[in-house]
């Protein structure tokens, strides 16, 4: 079973705290933005980063930047950040977000299931922990 931990995204500053979601120690994000490192989409994930603290100071974007991807009958909450190349995958906890997985609009389908996978296997963790 894999081990899920959260970390501080420490980029992203507001009233909402934003955590990744860690995976047997390797932070989603962090991946997400290595793999983009030197590559023509860094612009594009410094821009998300601004709309996550748009988010985080309680500020509305547009639903074209930002956007609520739950499922009917889903209580957890899921959101998606839109640049023109780019999604990073949140899910809602107690007093911000967790961001799961990032990735590009063209493989966005495979990436909001693994979304919701990972979602799936964290929860069942959380409660596993509760008991």
């Not at 612009?43 to 499922?71: C, G, H, Q, W």
């Amino acid at each position: 079973m894999s081990e899920f931990t959260l970390k501080r995204i420490d980029t992203v500053k507001g009233k909402q705290k934003f955590d990744q979601l860690e995976i047997n120690g390797n932070g989603q994000l962090d991946a997400f933005e290595e793999a983009l490192k030197g590559t023509h989409f860094e612009p594009e994930l410094n821009t998300l980063f601004v709309y996550m603290e748009y988010v985080a100071n309680n500020r509305t974007l547009p639903s074209t930047k930002f956007r609520d991807i739950t499922p009917a009958k889903e209580q957890i909450k899921e959101y998606g950040f839109k640049s023109k190349h780019l999604r990073i995958y949140v899910i809602q906890q107690r007093d911000g977000k967790i961001v799961v997985p990032g990735g590009l609009k063209s493989t966005q389908e495979k990436d909001i299931r693994s979304l919701r996978a990972l979602k799936k296997q964290y929860l069942s963790t959380l409660k596993l922990k509760e008991r």
